[in-house]
């Protein structure tokens, strides 16, 4: 190797592990559109690592604005302008999205009844893709990151070993609502056991 790799591998182990000791003292790792100058500072004084949008480890993104224009094309997961593809990608990886402002009207209720109702509705629609909507003043909420994962209860799969140990006890039953994985199914043709 020339010594000029050798720096620029060094440069690079050493930006690794100095990104790993923010990690360390931050509890969440953040993505941002914005520049953080240009944050409120309720959302920036939040012990946050924030990182670029297009590193993956960020656990959320948070997007200064976002016009009725990208919520619908948000809500009908159509990519219309690079703002859309970041909050999709997100989205689509399971990932909780902020938008601190949009360009709703202040005052609904001048607005024809179904404006008014599809508005309402497309706002209803992007939330439940995970987009949150911070009122100004208000900082962060991190629930959605602590959720736990569902595992399922009915339809509990058995593996190969798991069957080959079942197999092994005398009288052996499955446990009801189980289902075998490919390997299972496998290994019981091979060994004649109907199930």
Request: aromatic share 6%; charged share 25%; hydrophobic share 35%.
């Amino acid at each position: 190797m020339k010594v000029t790799e050798i720096e620029e591998l060094v440069q690079k182990i050493t930006e690794q592990i100095v990104a790993s000791c923010l990690l360390e003292k931050s509890e969440y790792t953040l993505a941002c559109d914005q520049p953080l100058e240009q944050l409120p500072n309720e959302v920036t004084q939040q012990k946050i690592h924030w990182v670029t949008t297009d590193q993956e480890n960020a656990q959320g993104l948070v997007v200064k604005e976002l016009t009725v224009a990208q919520l619908a094309s948000i809500a009908s997961l159509q990519v219309s302008d690079e703002t859309t593809k970041q909050v999709q990608g997100y989205l689509l990886a399971g990932k909780p999205v902020w938008v601190l402002q949009t360009n709703w009207p202040q005052k609904t209720n001048h607005l024809r009844y179904g404006l008014r109702q599809q508005l309402t509705s497309l706002k209803t629609q992007v939330e439940r893709y995970g987009v949150n909507f911070l009122a100004p003043g208000e900082s962060l909420a991190f629930e959605q990151l602590k959720k736990p994962v569902k595992t399922r209860t009915k339809g509990k799969f058995i593996t190969e070993k798991e069957l080959q140990a079942y197999i092994q006890q005398k009288d052996f039953q499955l446990p009801k609502d189980c289902r075998l994985t490919p390997l299972a199914v496998d290994y019981a043709r091979e060994h004649s056991i109907t199930i």
